[in-house]
């Protein structure tokens, strides 16, 4: 049974802080790993994309993953009130279908 | 906006009623995955279509079922539906089959069932 397993919080956090997202996976011959954005009542959207290990960026989001220890995690810098949300955590390997974690709930606070 | 567009936005039917959910793919992807998402969870995979063929199944049982079409449309069909098949369903669209980079979700459909 491949796993995705996210603290499904709520991480609350003050308005420009920095917000850690973790995520951990079962699977090791998962390639792809992705993080997604979900607003209450809405459907996920994708924010971040990371294939390799090391970390990826783009604007606030940086995007971490360790291979060995199994290990995504989503960092977001200067967290808006707008960032509020669900962020769910998703893996796939080769030949695979997408797996999503439960989701954590970030809260941030004005 | 992703492109992809599911319809009804919302369904309310009672236990044992069928019901067929719709969607459309963004344009030049060839693959939809079908996803289950109840309220506080994960979405949770149901299967995905490939080129008009089913590419991979979640752990659903039969009466859950799909089609896709040659325009890459595709129907999520659930028959004898159960109080527990109430949730948000979500189709994503990508291209690439066995192992699309990046897929992107509708706006998904909302079904209660009483």
């Given at each position: 049974q491949k796993e995705v397993e996210q603290n499904s919080g709520p991480l609350s956090v003050p308005e420009g802080a920095i917000a850690s997202l973790n995520c951990t996976y079962?699977?090791?011959?998962?390639q792809s790993f992705f993080w997604y954005r979900q607003y209450s009542g809405k459907s996920p959207e994708l924010i971040m994309s990371i294939y390799s290990n090391g970390d990826k960026e783009d604007g606030r989001f940086t995007a971490q993953l360790n291979k060995a220890s199994q290990y995504v995690s989503l960092l977001i810098r200067d967290s808006q009130p707008s960032d509020s949300a669900t962020y769910l955590c998703a893996v796939k390997g080769y030949g695979q279908n997408f797996v999503f974690g439960p989701g954590t709930r970030l809260s941030v606070l004005p | 906006e992703t492109g992809v567009t599911q319809s009804p936005t919302h369904l309310i039917k009672t236990r044992g009623q069928q019901v067929t959910l719709r969607c459309s793919s963004q344009s030049g992807h060839n693959t939809v995955s079908w996803y289950q998402q109840a309220l506080g969870q994960g979405p949770q995979f149901i299967f995905q279509y490939y080129r008009e063929e089913e590419n991979g199944r979640g752990n659903f049982p039969p009466r859950f079922s799909g089609l896709q079409f040659p325009n890459y449309s595709s129907e999520l069909n659930v028959n004898a539906l159960e109080l527990d098949d109430s949730a948000l369903y979500l189709c994503a669209s990508s291209l690439g089959g066995d192992s699309p980079k990046q897929q992107f979700f509708g706006p998904g459909t909302r079904l209660t069932v009483l």
């Open positions: 079962s699977d090791r011959v998962s | -």
